[in-house]
T-cell receptor
Framework: AQSVTQLGSHVSVSEGALVLLRCNYSSSVPPYLFWYVQYPNQGLQLLLKYTTGATLVKGINGFEAEFKKSETSFHLTKPSAHMSDAAEYFCAVSDIQAGNNRKLIWGLGTSLAVNP | EPEVTQTPSHQVTQMGQEVILRCVPISNHLYFYWYRQILGQKVEFLVSFYNNEISEKSEIFDDQFSVERPDGSNFTLKIRSTKLEDSAMYFC???????????FGPGTRLTVL
């Protein structure tokens, strides 16, 4: 069965510092991988996704993630944090064995705080 | 930009009562999903729906749960007899195709007393 582990339930960075949110997955088949962000009192918004092709994926708001098959990782990075990046970040993997639909399997989430 | 909407944003109910959570998916999407997140836990898949029928459901989605697309625009989740442990944030999502991005609504926070 597929699973997702996000290391660090809370991450705190200074404004302008590098953001690194870790995600590792387990899958017996090539996965689709996603990062979603949830701002306070809002829904889940897609930041970026990896399906096939280039392993470095760029998303919205300056975020990017790299799919590393050998490490089974899909870490999320942003070179310079902004106060508006404070939110909950979720890594998810798509179950591609399910045939006609692709349920998402989620990590526990990482709460990112950005300090002035 | 089209978005998924959900109503109500917060629902409080007594244990044993029936609740219906409503979702309006993006209009040209064909795949619909419900997920839930119990406070402090992972987001969990409940059910997926395509072509007017359930395509997959999780172990959580027992006989107390049902989904319906009554009028071609709404997608509802009904919990027949709520339990305390049903208290959670419920998210609706939709996608155009099975492999396409799932777009999520803002969620309904269900509190069962």
């Amino acid at each position: 069965a597929q699973s997702v582990t996000q290391l660090g339930s809370h991450v705190s960075v200074s404004e302008g510092a590098l953001v690194l949110l870790r995600c590792n997955y387990s899958s017996s088949v090539p996965p689709y991988l996603f990062w979603y962000v949830q701002y306070p009192n809002q829904g889940l918004q897609l930041l970026l996704k990896y399906t096939t092709g280039a392993t470095l994926v760029k998303g919205i708001n300056g975020f990017e993630a790299e799919f590393k098959k050998s490490e089974t990782s899909f870490h999320l990075t942003k070179p310079s944090a902004h106060m508006s990046d404070a939110a909950e970040y979720f890594c998810a993997v798509s179950d591609i064995q399910a045939g006609n639909n692709r349920k998402l399997i989620w990590g526990l989430g990482t709460s990112l705080a950005v300090n002035p | 930009e089209p978005e998924v909407t959900q109503t109500p944003s917060h629902q409080v109910t007594q244990m044993g009562q029936e609740v219906i959570l409503r979702c309006v998916p993006i209009s040209n999407h064909l795949y619909f999903y419900w997920y839930r997140q119990i406070l402090g836990q992972k987001v969990e898949f409940l059910v997926s729906f395509y072509n007017n029928e359930i395509s997959e459901k999780s172990e959580i989605f027992d006989d107390q749960f049902s989904v319906e697309r009554p009028d071609g625009s709404n997608f509802t989740l009904k919990i027949r007899s709520t339990k305390l442990e049903d208290s959670a944030m419920y998210f609706c999502a939709s996608s155009r195709g099975s492999a396409d991005t799932q777009y999520f609504g803002p969620g309904t926070r269900l509190t069962v007393l």
